[in-house]
């Protein structure tokens, strides 16, 4: 008998579906699917059946669920929405959380098959919530969101409650004892600022550049910013790495130059785990994630990057003082492992019905 809802008091009993259309990780290494890994890895650490749904980059099909080595299972398919009648008999999920790259077609099977749904909001494009709160059954149970600023978005924007989530960092993943001088940039596209970062480049020749891909780009778009980076002869660049401590451990401040409103910028809260300073725009949510433990600069004007950056790389009690911060911030309860996947159980045990047939009698 398939049922919809939550079967039981303890996470271990609980069995919980993570779906979206989009590549998940380590395939596609955005701050949604970097957490979203996270997030069911340690569900899964502390009993819990989890099944990730998503696409896949490549070939056609579904990839056989064991050749993914985590603690929980994941289907890469094709085609996302069409596996999900099957998946939903085959795994019986309590609830299924909705994140990045989700669409209402995805969330509308669910809401057919009666799986309750939960939006996990990780960035600030609204249009599944707009498309769920119709009127119909399909409505979520619950929202959550990766920072206050993109709770605040939905409320004003959608009219609902969101709670706020933090995403999870494990200090064992990113943690290094940072003893490079290098000025880091992850992710050197233009909307996380990457023209600015070639601008500091080209006005502080003294100092050694390192630009880290992120995002799967076109190939004609990647050997232009390569070309660019290798022309202006002080920047290194840097191929997509599933383990980030290798490019922390040369970094002595992270670049967050982002021209768009990030909705956290999972890269801060990963640097500050070793006491890296951060020099960030000053939108979004980036002012939660940076804390103390930085410099906020409004995005355009670059002669105060310019000068914070001298500053920060210049002076050494300036330094270490926003280094003692960054990592203090890091280390605070809010971003606790352990505090944020009970907080997430606490959210379903309010949200999810008692357990019920979803068949037509």
Known sequence: MLTGGWHGDGVGRMRILFAGERPGFPQRMTGAAVSTHHLADLLATNGAAVHILC?????????????????????RSADPVAAVPALVSEFAPDVAILSAGASADLARQFGALGIPIVIYQRDIGFSLLHALLDGTDHAPVGVLTCSRFVAEKVRKRIGVEAHFLPNIFLRQDYAVAPNGGMVTLINPVPVKGVGLAFDLAARHRDLTFLFVEGWTLPPRQLAILKARASAEGNILWHPRVEDMRNVYARTRILLVPSRWKEPWGRVVSEAQISGIPVLASDHGGLPEAVGDGGVLLPPDDIDAWSACLNKMMADKAAWAELSAKAAAHARREELSPNRIVAEFICHLRDWLPPAKDIRAA
């Open 55 to 75: 696409g896949r980059a490549g070939d056609a099909g579904i990839v056989p669920t064991e050749t993914d080595p985590y603690r929980y299972t994941i289907d």
